[in-house]
Structures are given as C-alpha cells and as structure tokens.
Nanobody, 124 residues
Framework: QIQLVESGGGLVQPGGSLRISCATS????????IGWFRRSPGKEREGVSC???????SDADAVKGRFTIARENAKNLVHLQMDNLKPEDSGVYYC??????????????????WGQGTQVTVSS
C-alpha cells in the first residue's frame, strides 16, 4: 500500500526553525521525485521545495535561502528543514511523490501521490 505520512509540524515563533518529514512506503523512494507543498488560508496549494530522483532541487522564491529539502532513500524519508520562519510560512504542508520528476517538480500538476498534511503555524 502506497503511503506518504508527514510529521513534525507545530507552533514556532517567527525567526525559529522546524524540520518536517515525509515517511514513504509502498514504493522505491530512490526512483521518485518528492515535492513539498503548502496551503495557507485563502490561498491555493503552492509548491515550496522539491527534489527529483536524480537530485535536482528547486525552491520557491519565497523560501530560497531559508528552506532545505533532503532525502534519505535508505530510510524512505524526505525532510524539509525550515529556518528563519515567517508568519506567512504558516499553513498545512503536504508531501507528494511522482516517478522520476523533472524541472517542473514544483508544480502541483506533476504529482499523483499525496500525504494528508501537517500543520505549521508561525506566530508569536
């Protein structure tokens, strides 16, 4: 059974850090691209960071220099390290998977497997 399960969300103060993780099962992670997406109140789901099976990475302009995506294929995990968090980073964060991946890996339309999401709230 294919599953993606996000964890690590929570409440953090502005300027703080948080690492969220995506645990995968039911498929060979090494052959798949993983994307992190978020949905903030009143906004469409948007791409945050992604990494393809070949290691190509892409970050949204809003998070460049602050967020880092990394994969641990042997542990079936993909992490998103989020530093210098801002209130506008708040939202539900989802991980998604698709075989291979390409330079369009920040697009919601590229993915066919999704997790249920984890809430991240940045507030003082």
């Amino acid at each position: 059974q294919i599953q993606l399960v996000e964890s690590g969300g929570g409440l953090v103060q502005p300027g703080g850090s948080l690492r969220i993780s995506c645990a995968t099962s039911g498929f060979a992670l090494e052959y798949y691209a993983i994307g992190w997406f978020r949905r903030s109140p009143g906004k469409e789901r948007e791409g945050v960071s992604c990494i393809t099976s070949q290691g190509y990475r892409s970050d949204a302009d809003a998070v460049k220099g602050r967020f880092t995506i990394a994969r641990e294929n042997a542990k079936n995990l993909v992490h998103l390290q989020m530093d210098n968090l801002k209130p506008e980073d708040s939202g539900v964060y989802y991980c998604a998977a698709v075989w291979g991946g390409n330079s369009r890996c920040l697009s919601v339309l590229e993915y066919d497997m999704w997790g249920q999401g984890t809430q991240v709230t940045v507030s003082s």
